[in-house]
């Protein structure tokens, strides 16, 4: 199988979808594997060292598209990249289509298969594709809200950790999962003063439990919502429906009720965002101030720390790449129940029920199991 990498083009976007590391793998699994130029370069990865890992550099993503049996990336394909897929091509990347009718009515009509890091499962009901960039993400939402809690970059000047004499920042994370705990360690570490809100009560005990009851575990109701937001120095959106919209848990109205200088970092962004006021942002204009709070909206955080990043994502794709270049996407699929569950679109079909539930009044999606996608 020829294994094509393409240079990310979204904003401030500089992880690359293989290392010269996993490169090597396909290699020794007898793939021939086409780099375009300079995709790696800015977090070190240069074309010398792909090309010592046995890849052959290309100059244009138009010709990684062309040549290319699967395509491997890291964000989701923008627009012209959409354009250039065909049928009989496998797609393997973050997708997130939920919120995007573009890029899902593009994917549709390329009729290729596209497989969606964000929705493969494990044994255990996770999301392990998605769980590296979730920690990364959780971990910078904390850097992300100290930065914008100081004075200078609009926020109301207090510091999460507190000095001798003065109280710590508090911080609210709407959420217990990956991202959650993440952004918890995180935020501990810098003597803020945490709240968890959950729905899963298992999971709080969880929680308090690794935290020895030093983490304020709080059932998750719209009362505790309102209660705790309305107190929080920092908030962090952290929830989390599998290859769903993303629920609106932040009413225009608890933003109202914020304490002016406070912070909001919406993690849950990729899947339309969990707060009412929320809009993707970039690296480039990472905030805006919506009454007189701040709003960290970065669609790509994790492309921030793009190397360590770059890193963790390919330790967790790499085995389920392999499979399917060594097996094809059909067999790979048929044969792992957790990878299929990764099949988004095929053949112009949508074969993830929540992206139709999610798109279906302003799309005309055709919804096929993807079972029986596979079969057509």
């Given amino acids: 199988m020829i294994v094509g990498v393409p240079k990310e083009i979204k904003n401030h976007e500089y992880r690359v979808g293989l290392t010269p590391a996993a490169v090597q793998e396909f290699i020794n699994n007898g793939h021939d594997v086409i780099v375009q130029m300079h995709a790696g370069a800015s977090i070190g990865f240069t074309d010398e060292l792909y090309q010592a890992a046995g890849a052959h550099i290309i100059e244009s993503a138009e010709e990684i598209f062309e040549r290319a049996d699967m395509i491997i990336k890291v964000k989701e394909p923008q627009p012209n990249e959409c354009k250039m897929l065909r049928e009989g091509q ?11 009718p573009v890029q899902t009515q593009l994917l549709v009509e390329s009729k290729a298969t596209c497989i969606a890091y964000e ?29 914008y809690l100081e004075k200078a970059h609009g926020g109301s000047g207090t510091l999460l950790g507190g000095v001798p004499g003065v109280a710590p920042g508090k911080v609210l994370i709407i959420g217990g999962g990956v991202v959650g705990l993440n952004a918890a360690k995180m935020a501990m ?6 709240t968890i809100l959950d729905r899963s009560l298992n999971r709080l005990r969880e929680l308090d439990d690794m935290f020895n009851g030093r983490l304020h575990t709080v059932f998750s109701t ?8 309305s107190r929080a120095d920092l908030v962090v959106g952290a929830v989390l429906v599998p290859g769903a919209a993303a629920p609106k848990l932040l009413t225009r109205e608890h933003i ?16 339309g965002g969990c707060f009412e006021t929320s809009k993707a942002t970039t690296h480039q204009e990472p905030v805006y101030i919506v009454d007189d709070v701040v709003h960290y909206c970065v669609a790509n955080m994790p492309g921030g720390v793009a190397r360590t990043s770059t890193m963790a994502l390919n330790n967790a794709t790499l085995p389920f790449g392999l499979a399917i270049a060594n097996k094809g996407p059909k067999q790979a699929m048929l044969d792992d129940a957790h990878l299929l569950k990764g099949l988004n679109v095929h053949k112009g079909f949508v074969t993830y029920k929540a992206v139709v539930d999610a798109l279906g009044d302003s799309l005309n999606l055709q919804y096929k199991d993807a079972l029986d996608a596979l079969a057509f």
Avoid: C, F
């Avoid at 496998?90 to 995007?100: K, N, Q, R, V």
């Avoid at 570490?189 to 945490?194: I, M, R």
């Fill in 119 to 147: 929705t493969v499962t494990d044994n255990r009901g996770a999301l392990p594709l998605l769980a590296p960039m979730s920690e990364v993400a959780g971990r910078m939402s904390i850097q992300a809200g100290a930065h």
């Fill in 90 to 100: 496998t797609l393997y990347t973050y997708l997130h289509l939920a919120p995007d």
């Fill in 222 to 229: 719209a009362d505790a919502i309102d209660y705790y937001s």
């Fill in 189 to 194: 570490g810098l003597g803020a003063d945490v």
């Fill in 256 to 271: 109202k009720n914020m304490k002016p200088g406070s912070v909001l970092v919406d993690v849950a962004i990729d899947q």
